[in-house]
């Protein structure tokens, strides 16, 4: 790697742990993940600004592509906005089960019991949409080419995700196709792509999970050391 004193610092304090509490840390957070659900069922309990703003900062400090960051997190709050974006969502929705959809995708979605009807984005108190940026960069006002942008946003969703089920949220990805109302309803510029919109919020108390998506592939199917 080329650097030197005027593009880089030293690493400064890295956490270092023994072995033994490195493998112990390792597996609390993975029994913690194990308990992450993707929930259809939230309560309207409210949900303090700042704490979905923690769980934004968490994701922020995702890798991306030459550090350009091509994200933004448009964090849906007010009530009548979020029954717009849901009337929206579900205008797509609708067209994907009755025309758009396969019978395979259709097959597949079945066990998980999903349809165009999307009440919880009324109910749960944020909708966080996430966009992606094709020109950005690190500093404010820059207009340069982003690189890896799908790869960068995935893993700081991924992140959002894990930070909002450690701040002891339940969450929803929900991906209708086409997005693009969305650019107009959050206020975000055209050259943004909506990637997703993030449903957050306290799982109601009769919330129920599918069976089907309980059902995770054990190490030996999803890696290999070689």
Avoid at 30 to 52: A, K
Avoid at 101 to 109: F, I, P, S, Y
Avoid at 193 to 207: C, M, R, S, T
Wanted: glycine share 8%.
């Amino acid at each position: 790697m080329k650097g030197g004193p005027e593009t880089h610092q030293p690493l400064g304090a890295f956490p270092t742990y023994p072995v033994e509490d490195m493998r112990a840390r390792a597996r609390a957070f993975h029994e913690s993940l194990q308990t992450r659900r993707s929930v259809r069922s939230f309560s309207d309990r409210p949900v303090p600004q700042d704490l979905i703003a923690e769980c934004v900062r968490a994701a922020g400090t995702a890798p991306s592509g030459a550090n350009h960051q091509p994200w933004f997190f448009a964090c849906v709050g007010s009530p009548t906005l979020k029954t717009s974006i849901r009337q929206a969502a579900e205008a797509e929705e609708r067209a994907f089960y009755e025309r758009r959809a396969g019978q395979e995708w259709l097959d597949a979605l079945s066990p998980i019991g999903t349809d165009a009807d999307k009440p919880y984005m009324d109910i749960a108190p944020w909708l966080i949409c996430i966009f992606a940026q094709r020109r950005g960069g690190v500093s404010p006002g820059e207009d340069r080419k982003n690189y890896y942008i799908s790869e960068s946003v995935g893993i700081a969703t991924g992140l959002l995700i894990a930070a909002c089920h450690q701040a002891g949220l339940a969450t929803l990805v929900h991906t209708p196709n086409p997005m693009r109302f969305l650019n107009e309803l959050c206020g975000r510029p055209k050259s943004e792509k909506p990637f997703l919109i993030l449903v957050a919020g306290y799982p109601a108390d009769d919330a129920l999970v599918p069976k089907h998506a309980l059902l995770k592939k054990p190490l030996p199917d999803i890696a290999s050391f070689l």
